[in-house]
């Protein structure tokens, strides 16, 4: 029995889908990064907004409601993308050549029986308990399977992932474009020398990036000002959090690519020669 748990174990890992491997991991810390820091980016935008840009509570409501929208937003892509990202974990394995066959002939290799032995305690597996363990087992193997079995689904699914979250790249790139402004905006105000306007004209207008209405008040704030709230502690933790959610989401796209150049390889050897791979 431990001679066949070994030789198990050591087809796991001949068989390792190295790729997916790396890519599951990169997909969990770019989603943890950009979930995370974004989260927290929001709630410092809302007080820096609410602090410094406007005094009326009617003119930055919708952006709270919005603010608050997106949050809920992040607690649901997070869910979605540690179970997603593990499901394709598992259809790496699935599709890898020596797992593949493994899993593909459970009930028929020596492998199988000495595994199936082991989760349903040897000779108790006799019993009326024992046969109802196995058979549970067996069928959650088969639904695996069945679902496992195809990554043609997964690659769609990943291929259409991929292209919405090309759009969320693009999108977390906006809020540290606003936030590079304002401190290219500070930095003139603190050396003058480095321009020709004057301290007093030199502005951060949230209403010309569509965050507050026109009508808001005060809605920019100058000079001075602009250069004390770039050196506080909320603005330095905002714009940097902004930062490491772009990052993340740059890490997420990245793995989403990798997981879907590598299922369509599985797919394509799959298909076209009838037998899994290292990939």
Known sequence: ?????????ARCLVGAPFASLVATGLCFFGVALFCGCGHEALTGTEKLIETYFSKNYQDYEYLINVIHAFQYVIYGTASFFFLYGALL??????TTGAVRQIFGDYKTTICGKGLSATVTGGQKGRGSRGQHQAHSLERVCHCLGKWLGHPDKFVGITYALTVVWLLVFACSAVPVYIYFNTWTTCQSIAFPSKTSASIGSLCADARMYGVLPWNAFPGKVCGSNLL?????AEFQMTFHLFIA???????????????????????AVLKLMGRGTKF
């Open 1 to 9: 029995m431990p001679d066949c748990l070994l030789e198990c174990c």
């Open 89 to 94: 974990l598992a259809e790496g394995f699935y």
């Open 228 to 232: 004390s709230i770039c050196k506080t």
């Open 245 to 267: 959610a772009f990052v993340g989401a740059a890490a997420t796209l990245i793995s989403l690519l990798t997981f879907m150049i590598a299922a369509t390889y599985n797919f």
